[in-house]
């Protein structure tokens, strides 16, 4: 067990939709990632928070947006779904605030489905 | 951007053999980490090693970040070790994956 909890585990909806996936962090863990994994994109990373604060953008679409709350666990917004946004999406927490710079903890991911 | 190449793609063992998974990366990276990904789908950090040789029982890595490599050795498989293995580089706050090592072992 990571100690990293991400909701819910699966998800189907339908193309234009709106969609929340939240993740809470290790306890003690500042930092927040999030990930996509998909068949033909494999893993990207999408964006890190800290405390907080954005930290870094890696390949985020505009149509997506993450946050992280002053308890520190974290949501991450995908709206006008396509059906290329199907994937399985990870969060992972680490303790420190440098982007990729210390090990990092991941929960079992959200598999989202669009149809 | 950077480019981050993992080989071999896919390999085959037996239960009991070593084998040696590489990741070369095309330009000088902040550091290094290897995960495994589990045929369940769960992803577990293995090591954080932007530099020099770790080592976490039968499982050690070996970065020699001036020639822009990482080595992952796995020695006496167990089936347990099949999965994809992946290497991760941190370049300018980006994190940048390769396609992974699918790695079967087989009883």
């Known amino acids: 067990d990571s100690g990293v909890t991400q909701t819910p585990k699966h998800l189907i909806t339908a193309t234009g939709q709106r969609v929340t996936l939240r993740c809470s962090p290790r306890s003690g863990d500042l930092s927040v990632y999030w990930y996509q994994q998909s068949l033909d994109q494999g893993l990207q990373f999408l964006i890190h928070y800290y405390n907080g604060e954005e930290r870094a953008k890696g390949n985020i679409l505009e149509r997506f947006s993450a946050q992280q709350f002053p308890d520190l666990h974290s949501e991450l917004n995908l709206s006008s779904l396509e059906l290329g946004d199907s994937a399985l999406y990870f969060c992972?927490?680490?303790?420190?605030?440098?982007?990729?710079?210390?090990?990092?903890?991941f929960g079992d991911g959200t598999r989202l489905s669009i149809l | 951007g950077i480019q981050v190449e993992q080989s071999p793609p896919d390999l085959i063992l037996q239960e009991g053999a070593n084998s040696t998974l590489r990741c070369n990366f095309s330009?000088?990276?902040?550091?290094l980490q290897w995960f495994h990904q589990n045929p369940w789908g769960q992803l577990i950090n293995l090591f954080y090693i932007p530099s020099g040789t770790k080592q976490n029982g039968r499982l050690s890595a070996t970065t020699v970040a001036t020639e822009r490599y990482s080595l992952l050795y796995i020695s006496s498989s167990q089936t347990t070790d099949s999965g994809v293995y992946f290497c991760a580089v941190n370049r300018d706050d980006k994190i940048i994956f390769g396609k992974g090592t699918r790695l079967h072992i087989l009883p």
């Open positions: 992972a927490s680490s303790v420190g605030s440098q982007t990729g710079n210390q090990p990092q903890h």
């Open positions: 330009d000088s990276v902040n550091n």
